[in-house]
């Protein structure tokens, strides 16, 4: 299989990095980005070859991913406009819906959208896939191939859920940022030292989601075998109960969904 990369940004990065370590040669590889130093960036650190523009590279793959800003995309796509074949192409552009992706690239079809998160730059990514109805076993397989390279993989049937997945695993890295920053703070607020209290909320965090994985438990049950009666946890989750920290999350994830599909309207606008 040969993938070629429109755009050469941190994603694209990551997933050239991922596939070099699953085995796939540099040869196997290669990226069109019009900044010299990007280019040079990627050759070094995967030695794959790299172009300043669309063609030939772009029609010379089994696989094109699309991994340039949303607001790129259609300009991205007008060179190579009405001249792919049988190439399987994959989005990893927030917000751009495959019907907006097809018209851009004169109605093909062969399309996979997906929306990875920002962990799978360090490998722990977990990446919402949808494919069009004309893509077969073998095209889901290799935009399989593609997305397990940074992490874990989660399809969807229906397009309109990217949008949820938006809301929960794109931008659900800032919400685990945000709670670990709020218990860092509260860690310094009771004396901890800047060092001390990072090290307290990440590995607390980093031990619980250890605890989840290996336990088919629901998530709820492990939270009250933490909770003793009239204990200190008790204590605290009362206090959140009572501002409702589990209902302004749900909102809060709402508000992304609904916010991408804002974003994706306007994407298509025009």
């Keep these: 299989m040969r993938i070629t990369f429109v755009g050469g940004g941190n994603m694209a990065s990551a997933l050239a990095g991922g596939l ?9 590889l290669q990226a069109i980005e019009p900044l010299a130093a990007s280019r040079a960036r990627i050759e070094a650190a995967f030695g794959v070859r790299c ?3 669309a063609l030939p590279a772009a029609l010379d793959c089994d696989v094109l991913v699309l991994a340039v800003k ?15 074949d049988a190439q ?11 019907a907006e992706v097809s018209r851009w690239l004169g109605g093909h079809r062969r399309l996979v959208r997906t929306m990875p998160n920002t962990p799978a ?17 073998a095209g889901r397989a290799q935009a399989e191939t593609v997305l397990a390279a940074v992490g874990k993989t989660l399809w969807v049937a229906d397009e309109a859920m990217m949008d949820a997945v938006t809301a929960v695993s794109g931008s659900g890295p800032a919400y685990v940022f945000y709670f670990l920053e709020a218990l860092a703070q509260a860690a310094r ?22 605890l989840a ?25 009362r206090v959140l109960d009572g501002e409702d920290a589990a ?24």
């Excluded at 399987?88 to 495959?98: D, T």
């Excluded at 722990?124 to 077969?136: E, H, K, M, Q, R």
């Excluded at 607020?189 to 250890?210: C, D, I, P, Q």
């Design 20 to 28: 070099r370590g699953r085995g796939f040669a540099a040869s196997q």
């Design 51 to 53: 172009f300043e523009s």
């Design 70 to 84: 949303p607001q790129q995309m259609r300009a991205a796509l007008a060179p190579i406009r009405g001249r792919l």
């Design 88 to 98: 399987l192409v994959i989005s990893i552009a927030a917000g751009i819906r495959l």
């Design 121 to 137: 730059l360090v490998g722990a990514g977990i990446t919402g896939l949808y494919a069009d109805p004309s893509v077969d076993a």
């Design 189 to 210: 607020g009771l004396g901890f030292s800047e060092t001390e209290a990072r090290a307290l909320a990440l590995e607390t965090f980093a031990g619980a989601v250890a």
């Design 213 to 237: 994985r290996a336990s088919d438990e629901p998530l709820a049950t492990l939270r009250q075998r933490v909770t003793s009666k009239g204990g200190t946890t008790e204590a605290a989750l």
């Design 247 to 270: 209902g302004a999350l749900a909102r809060a994830v709402q508000a992304a969904c609904a916010r991408g599909r804002e974003l994706g309207d306007s994407l298509g606008a025009d």
